[in-house]
């Protein structure tokens, strides 16, 4: 009792193919793969910005430099 025998399983089967259809099927899986491979190209370009943003400009190095504070002192 609680466990499904082998009748039950074809017969869930059955029903979900007469849902789905025999094309459908592999047709959303093919979409949920393309789906999560997405999500993770996201994943890494965001990474990629973020390290991009916190690295300095070599072109520009005149920005990355910090102030000096003893040239702002007058006596």
Known sequence: MGSFS??????VLAIVLLLFGRGKIPELMGDVAKGIKNFK????DEDEAAHE???PDPIRPEMSR??????????
């Open 41 to 44: 190209k996201g994943m890494t």
């Open 53 to 55: 943003a916190a690295r």
């Open 66 to 75: 910090t102030v000096d504070h003893k040239a702002d002192e007058t006596k």
């Open 6 to 11: 082998m009748w039950h399983w074809l017969i």
